[in-house]
């Protein structure tokens, strides 16, 4: 069976399971699936997290590789996508830790000049200035603001994620909220 | 700043956060795959045996799923059948009902993939695993044929024939023989389960 086959009958399935149970057995069509499935925002997170298209292409096979690696463990406790989301971050903030590749100062607002429509009240430079600053966050509280403030996530999944309490989430959220405000201070009344 | 402005700033970042320019998917599955499951297979319809026996259990199986379910849906829900209830009030018939379609769905489900993967994938992968899983599967299977499930006998009929498939896988031992698995296909023939598997559809659809 192809992977579009495959994906064509997981469409008609309620839920994944299909897919797995085949992935889990070895079935490499079943595992492309998957990861036709789940490869674009994996690779999203994963560029927003490290910031750097090389390696977020990287980091994103290094992820499914993972994620095949370990399949056999995944038991649905969670979705999964949460469960490969949670392996993405690992691997991306583990990739960040041992290449020190986190982009800051000049190079991020040089970024300024390719921004989308800019939104009716940021100046340019503050928005360059913000994303400066949440890059510039440790590694953890990078994550939670990527997570929680642009992604989305629930403190209850991104602790679901990178393994720690849902508590812990928020606290590391205020932390880098701070952190954020602090680094912004200068610039506060710019855009409004 | 206030936490306000902050918000605003964040809010406006969530909307013009730079997507990434858009990899080669196929091209990274290239690397994926070469390290998850070694080289691209050359061609995997004509490196196997072509299977009937696989795709039409399947195919028969899925369909059993689909159909024998559903049909089993309605016996259940319509009035009067002699019923084993094991404790379960008839007026919870239909929440009971409904968990063993989930049970029995799974079991199926799961039987399929493992039966379909076992002739060609068998010899190659642990054999301690297809035990497990079968082993696990004949519990259900087991579990099920003694339910309110098996009040159906078509149904019935369906789980012995599983049962008596699944006892043999689970009895595979690490370093089998290709022997071994083929008097397990082998006896899939002998004792014509998928011809009955098919006759079981056949019934079901025409409503019997």
Redesign the interface.
């Known amino acids: 069976m192809t992977h579009a086959a495959l994906a064509a009958e997981a469409s008609t399935v309620p839920d994944e399971?299909?897919l797995i149970?085949?992935a889990q057995?070895?079935?490499?069509d079943a595992?492309?699936s998957l990861?036709?499935a789940h490869?674009?925002r994996v690779?999203?997170l994963v560029?927003?997290l490290c910031g750097d298209?090389e390696m977020?292409?990287d980091l994103?096979?290094d992820t499914?590789?993972r994620v095949?690696?370990k399949l056999s463990s995944f038991r649905g406790e969670s979705a999964f996508a949460t469960w490969v989301h949670r392996i993405a971050v690992t691997v991306t903030l583990n990739g960040l830790r041992k290449e020190r590749r986190l982009k800051r100062g000049a190079d991020d607002l040089d970024?300024a000049n390719?921004?989308?429509?800019?939104?009716n009240?940021?100046d340019p430079d503050?928005?360059a200035r913000?994303?400066a600053a949440?890059e510039a966050l440790p590694p953890g509280s990078r994550a939670s603001?990527i997570l929680h403030?642009?992604e989305?996530y629930t403190h209850a999944e991104i602790g679901e994620m990178l393994g720690i309490a849902e508590g812990t989430s928020k606290a590391r959220l205020f932390d880098a909220?701070s952190r954020?405000?602090k680094a912004?201070?200068a610039?506060?009344n710019r855009g409004? | 700043?206030?936490?306000e402005?902050?918000n605003?700033?964040?809010d406006?970042?969530?909307?013009?956060?730079?997507?990434?320019?858009e990899?080669d998917?196929q091209a990274?599955?290239g690397?994926?795959?070469r390290?998850?499951?070694g080289a691209r297979?050359p061609d995997v319809g004509a490196a196997r045996t072509p299977s009937w026996r696989t795709f039409s259990l399947g195919l028969a199986a899925a369909l059993m799923m689909g159909i024998g379910l559903g049909r089993f849906t309605m016996n259940q829900a319509a009035p009067a059948p002699t019923v084993v209830t094991q404790g379960v009030p008839t007026d919870t018939a239909t929440p009971a009902s409904n968990a063993y379609d989930k049970v029995a769905s799974e079991l199926l489900?799961?039987t399929v993939?493992l039966l379909t993967?076992l002739p060609s994938?068998a010899r190659?992968?642990s054999g301690e695993r297809f035990s497990n899983q079968a082993t696990e599967l004949l519990t259900s299977t087991r579990l099920l044929l003694d339910s309110p499930a098996a009040s159906d006998p078509r149904f019935k009929d369906l789980l012995e024939d599983l049962e008596l498939v699944l006892a043999q896988i689970a009895m595979l031992q690490s370093g089998r023989s290709r022997q071994e698995i083929d008097l397990i296909t082998d006896a899939l023939e002998e004792r014509d389960v998928v011809p009955r598997i098919q006759s079981a559809v056949a019934r079901l659809a025409r409503g019997d």
């Open positions: 399971r299909f149970a085949r057995q070895g079935d490499r595992a492309r990861y036709d490869s674009r690779h999203r560029f927003r298209e977020a292409r994103t096979q499914f590789i095949f690696d970024v390719d921004l989308p429509a800019p939104s009240n940021v503050l928005r913000l994303r949440i603001v403030d642009i989305g909220r954020l405000r912004l201070a610039y506060a409004e | 700043m206030t936490e402005r902050l605003e700033l964040l406006d970042a969530r909307r013009t956060w730079p997507l990434p320019p990899p998917y990274m599955w690397r994926i795959e390290e998850s499951f297979r489900g799961r993939v993967s994938e190659n992968s």
